[in-house]
């Protein structure tokens, strides 16, 4: 695919709580501050209707290139979970185990997706009308909103275009408290993934390989921080930005 066959498709991530682990084992359960490529290559699987065990089909999800733009970054808050009942290791009896389970309120991302035009295409229609129920890292936390506003759908322009371009998700009541009293315009941070060995890049292991139950699997990628400013035209109708 050439420069030139470049498209991409805006996600809006939001929702009163989400949990996006990265390193979720054991009684600890993390949360990073955007989302992963792991979760949301999981949450396409489900809208998409694709089984735990097709790595197949799993591939060409993952293959897609991610870009988080964070809108309103949440706070971490953190869950206190007492499961009683559960086995020993030995199985000759049972125990009660108190876990820690992060997550965060109130966020807000603009997920976008860069790859053809067909597979795009299938992931605007399927996030439309989910195969499954959709969740962002956990059961519980489900959509506030559409993923996708009606009419919208893949674009000819790359994900660092679209995150420029993109109107700011944030609601108009919010706009004038988020930039009340400024005195320079905000910007919004942004989670680039990108080839490896670029300067300034991190690593993160969360690139899906197989979701098989007792064999899931996941390599490193590449990601550059960055920030996009925030201009007029990203804000709602009607709403200004400081000077």
Known sequence: MT???VMSLALCFDAPMQSWGIRSHGIIRDTMPEPTKSGVVGLLAAALGIDRNDDMALAVVAGLRLAVRVDREGVM???????????????????????????LADALFLVVLEGG?????????????PHWRL???????????????????????????????YGWLEPSSRVRARTRGQTKRPGLRTVVECPPG???TEVRHDQPLSFA???RRFASRAVLIGEVPLTNGMIPAGETLCS
Do not use: C
């Open 135 to 165: 969740s962002f890292g956990r059961k519980a936390y489900v959509p506030a909103r559409p993923l996708l506003p009606p009419g919208e759908g893949p674009v000819a322009r790359s994900a660092e275009e679209t995150l420029k371009e």
């Open 77 to 103: 808050e953190r869950d206190y979970h007492v499961t009683q009942n559960v086995p020993t290791t030995l199985g000759t009896g049972h125990r009660t185990v108190v876990s820690e389970r992060y997550y």
């Open 117 to 129: 035009e067909r597979i795009l295409t299938r992931v605007a229609e399927a996030v439309k009308r």
């Open 198 to 200: 670029l300067v300034g």
């Open 3 to 5: 420069r030139d066959d």
């Open 213 to 215: 139950e007792g064999d």
